[in-house]
């Protein structure tokens, strides 16, 4: 099971702005380790869609943007799009053990 | 622009070994990068498997530690996951990606490849 903890669903209306939240502990994210964000239309393989905490990819639209901040971090998606229904996951690493990466439990994200 | 694919069979019997090869295109495996595998299973969310650096170092989640073995060729530009011992809960959709060094984010992914465990 996942130690990053995302909610199951959001949904907004077309323009509006939505938050993901990914909840950690203070192995992973609140020991300072980067947040990744990710985009998975069902079918096709995941895309990286924000870099450590709050960088965007050439090519991603600014209206994605994301933030870190103790032991969580957050993915804002302003004025909603159809395109934008879909996954997201957030990524980070953990230090228990021998130390791996994680993936949140995903969020599904619905464009009313 | 580099490119991923994986390669490999589609159906492994139970308590068999999945072995999957992804392929690099567009540049080279031997670059400042690490190369991960990472899995979901049909409906349900990322898992990440391990990694792996030209030099052959590797790192595995721990949960999968016990059967996996990631490898490189470098004279083919490949790298590999071996997963031993295998049930139906090793089914999915198996990735590969290239990992940026340092902050680990996984930034070309590959089509993905499914993998069924069945009899």
């Known amino acids: 099971q996942s130690v990053l903890t995302q909610p199951p669903s959001v949904s907004g209306a077309p323009g509006q702005r939505v938050t993901i939240s990914c909840t950690g502990s203070?192995?992973?994210?609140?020991?300072?380790?980067?947040v990744h964000w990710y985009q998975q239309v069902p079918g096709t393989a995941p895309k990286l869609l924000i870099y450590v905490n709050n960088n965007r990819p050439s090519g991603v639209p600014d209206r994605f943007s994301g933030s870190k901040s103790g032991t969580s971090a957050s993915l804002a998606i302003t004025g909603l799009q159809a395109e934008d229904e879909a996954d997201y996951y957030c990524?980070?690493?953990?230090?228990?053990?021998?130390?791996?990466?994680?993936f949140g439990t995903g969020t599904k994200v619905t464009v009313l | 622009q580099v490119q991923l694919q994986e390669s490999g069979p589609g159906l492994v019997k139970p308590s068999g070994t999945l072995s999957l090869t992804c392929t690099v295109s567009?540049?080279?495996?031997?670059?400042?990068?690490?190369w991960s595998w990472v899995r979901q299973p049909p409906g349900k969310g990322l898992e990440w498997i391990g990694e792996?650096?030209?030099?052959?170092?590797?790192n595995y989640h721990p949960s999968l530690k016990s059967r996996v073995t990631i490898s490189v060729d470098k004279s083919k530009n490949q790298f590999s996951l071996k997963l031993n011992s295998v049930t139906a809960a090793d089914t999915a959709v198996y990735y590969c990606a290239r990992e940026q060094a340092g902050t680990g984010q996984l930034d070309y992914w590959g089509q993905g490849t499914l993998v069924t465990v069945s009899s």
């Open positions: 990524q980070s690493y953990d230090s228990s053990l021998s130390g791996f990466y994680v």
């Open positions: 792996i650096y030209h030099s052959g170092s590797t």
């Open positions: 203070s192995s992973n994210i609140g020991a300072g380790y980067d």
């Open positions: 567009g540049g080279s495996i031997s670059s400042s990068n690490w």
